[in-house]
């Protein structure tokens, strides 16, 4: 491996494991706010005690984020210099309001976990977790500005092989940022409704059964269901985008080599790479065109349009149809769970209905990471779309390969410290416990 490989392989790996923490990090306060909320206006102390304790967990996760968000700063800087030396004046806005945004939710986070009970009106504690969520949710905005701009980028004048006229505002709000923020964060809200069912429903296998584990599985179905429709309708939002926009990548994700109209959608198969012969994959007339152009006679743009040293790599299309497979699980499990719940006739909380929703967790996060990789791989070989390729921007120095490892061993380090403390935070204080407590102290 060369340098320029170690550089990517670091980097992706610290995407991949700082991912995690920042879905969860995005996605948690809004759960926590709305259980305080109803906890208060129906003086329910299960939807107390679920605030509570989900803010114990998500304390933890933002402390991880934070480090592992800092080692992503580092590695702008020290693996991509050439990027940011190019480009850094154009981004330093956004980068440097996440992380004020970070610090306005800190701020808030910090007061939010001391002054419980401290107010005669409980409201008051409430409303500390609004400038939460804001501050979570600006935060995964201001960056995704920042990996928006690397995939549409504007807002200066290319002169001599340097950027000039800079308007960093214009490069914010370049055309990919509305599509990749709305799909960011509304996929970041249902990733953290059901890693919450999850808990509740590995809760409820292990025989906890009780009314606190079952009102967290309907809170979070019936807010993931809402969010799971959202983040299906903004990813169509991002396929007319990049059917405008970043036609390689869509072509790449869908094997779609020759421009055309009424163009199929291809699920599955394989490709032989000498003459792009697609096997054994399922064909949906009409599909892509709806998806790109919304009419079924909408052309599309091949793959062959462009110079083939400038196609993303091509197993990105199992990568896309993963990620759009889970989307579709995460809408319809939530779907099954409320219909049985309304019809009234099945048990919503059996082992079956608990065990899809237990396997929703891990599901979301592995289609967070699948989209990721397919927004970041999708753009190869450009680090800065049309302007700068990866191989450009890449250091010079031949350590990268020594600092992979090492950092390797601290996420290790960070997964195993963070898993163990959650462990230990509520594996002797199951809910019911806590809940008893409460009521024998009031």
Same mark, same amino acid.
């Given at each position: 491996?060369?340098?320029?490989?170690?550089?990517? $392989?670091?980097?992706?790996?610290?995407?991949?494991?700082?991912?995690?923490?920042?879905?969860?990090?995005?996605?948690?306060?809004?759960?926590?706010?709305?259980?305080?909320?109803? $906890?208060?206006?129906?003086?329910?102390?299960?939807?107390?005690?679920?605030?509570?304790?989900?803010?114990?967990?998500?304390?933890?996760?933002?402390? &991880?984020?934070?480090?592992?968000?800092?080692?992503?700063?580092?590695?702008?800087? !020290?693996?991509?210099?050439?990027?940011?030396?190019?480009? $850094?004046?154009?981004?330093?806005? %956004?980068?440097?309001?996440? @992380?004020?945004?970070?610090?306005?939710?800190?701020?808030?986070?910090?007061?939010?976990?001391? @002054?419980?009970?401290?107010?005669?009106?409980?409201?008051?504690?409430?409303?500390?977790?609004?400038?939460?969520?804001?501050?979570?949710?600006?935060?995964?905005?201001?960056?995704?500005?920042?990996?928006?701009?690397?995939?549409?980028?504007?807002?200066?004048?290319?002169?001599?092989?340097?950027?000039?006229?800079?308007?960093?505002?214009?490069?914010?709000?370049?055309?990919?940022? %509305?599509?990749?923020?709305?799909?960011?964060?509304?996929?970041?809200?249902?990733?953290?409704?059901?890693?919450?069912?999850?808990?509740?429903?590995?809760?409820?296998?292990?025989?906890?059964?009780?009314?606190?584990?079952?009102?967290?599985?309907?809170?979070?179905?019936?807010?993931? !269901?809402?969010?799971?429709?959202?983040?299906?309708?903004?990813?169509?939002?991002?396929?007319?985008?990049?059917? /405008?926009?970043?036609? /390689?990548?869509?072509?790449?994700? /869908?094997?779609?080599?020759?421009?055309?109209?009424?163009?199929?959608?291809?699920?599955?198969?394989?490709?032989?790479?000498?003459?792009?012969?697609?096997?054994?994959?399922?064909?949906?007339?009409?599909?892509?065109?709806?998806?790109? @152009?919304?009419?079924? $006679?909408?052309? &599309?743009?091949? !793959?062959?349009?462009?110079?083939?040293?400038?196609?993303?790599?091509?197993?990105?299309?199992?990568?896309?149809?993963?990620?759009?497979?889970?989307?579709?699980?995460?809408?319809?499990?939530?779907?099954?769970?409320?219909?049985?719940?309304?019809?009234?006739?099945?048990?919503?909380?059996?082992?079956?209905?608990?065990?899809?929703?237990?396997?929703?967790? %891990?599901?979301?996060?592995?289609?967070?990471?699948?989209?990721?990789?397919?927004?970041?791989?999708?753009?190869? %070989?450009?680090?800065?779309?049309?302007?700068?390729?990866?191989?450009?921007?890449?250091?010079?120095?031949?350590?990268?390969?020594?600092?992979?490892?090492?950092?390797?061993?601290?996420?290790?380090?960070?997964?195993?410290?963070? !898993?163990?403390?959650?462990?230990?935070?509520?594996?002797?204080?199951?809910?019911?416990?806590?809940?008893?407590?409460?009521?024998?102290?009031?």
């Amino acid at each position: 491996m060369n340098v320029v490989d170690w550089s990517r $392989g670091l980097t992706e790996m610290t995407l991949a494991f700082h991912i995690l923490f920042a879905t969860v990090g995005v996605g948690i306060p809004i759960f926590i706010s709305i259980a305080e909320l109803i $906890g208060i206006r129906k003086k329910d102390p299960h939807y107390s005690l679920m605030a509570r304790r989900w803010t114990r967990g998500f304390v933890i996760t933002v402390a &991880v984020g934070v480090v592992t968000g800092t080692c992503i700063g580092l590695q702008l800087s !020290l693996l991509w210099p050439e990027f940011m030396r190019f480009a $850094g004046n154009v981004i330093s806005l %956004p980068l440097f309001l996440e @992380t004020f945004a970070f610090f306005f939710e800190a701020i808030f986070l910090g007061i939010y976990l001391y @002054t419980w009970n401290r107010f005669s009106n409980p409201y008051y504690h409430w409303l500390l977790t609004l400038p939460i969520v804001v501050g979570s949710s600006a935060s995964a905005l201001f960056i995704t500005m920042v990996n928006a701009f690397m995939n549409t980028p504007q807002g200066f004048k290319l002169e001599n092989g340097k950027l000039v006229n800079l308007d960093p505002l214009a490069a914010m709000f370049n055309p990919a940022t %509305p599509s990749k923020v709305a799909h960011v964060l509304s996929s970041a809200y249902v990733t953290a409704a059901f890693l919450l069912a999850m808990i509740a429903a590995f809760s409820m296998l292990r025989g906890r059964d009780n009314d606190y584990y079952k009102k967290s599985i309907r809170l979070n179905m019936i807010t993931g !269901l809402i969010l799971a429709a959202a983040t299906i309708w903004m990813g169509d939002a991002s396929a007319v985008f990049l059917a /405008e926009e970043q036609p /390689e990548k869509l072509a790449a994700g /869908e094997w779609h080599f020759e421009t055309g109209s009424e163009v199929p959608l291809i699920i599955g198969g394989r490709l032989n790479p000498d003459t792009l012969e697609i096997t054994g994959a399922i064909h949906i007339p009409w599909a892509l065109s709806i998806l790109a @152009t919304h009419s079924p $006679g909408g052309t &599309v743009v091949g !793959l062959n349009d462009f110079p083939q040293d400038l196609w993303p790599p091509l197993y990105v299309h199992y990568l896309f149809d993963a990620m759009v497979g889970i989307g579709f699980y995460l809408f319809a499990v939530p779907a099954l769970f409320l219909l049985m719940a309304a019809a009234k006739r099945w048990n919503p909380y059996n082992r079956w209905m608990l065990g899809g929703i237990l396997a929703g967790g %891990p599901l979301s996060l592995f289609a967070i990471e699948l989209g990721w990789f397919y927004a970041e791989v999708g753009r190869q %070989p450009w680090i800065l779309r049309g302007y700068m390729r990866v191989s450009d921007a890449a250091t010079t120095n031949p350590n990268v390969g020594v600092t992979f490892f090492l950092f390797a061993a601290l996420y290790l380090l960070l997964g195993i410290v963070c !898993l163990l403390i959650l462990g230990r935070l509520f594996r002797n204080k199951p809910a019911e416990l806590e809940l008893e407590q409460r009521r024998i102290i009031l």
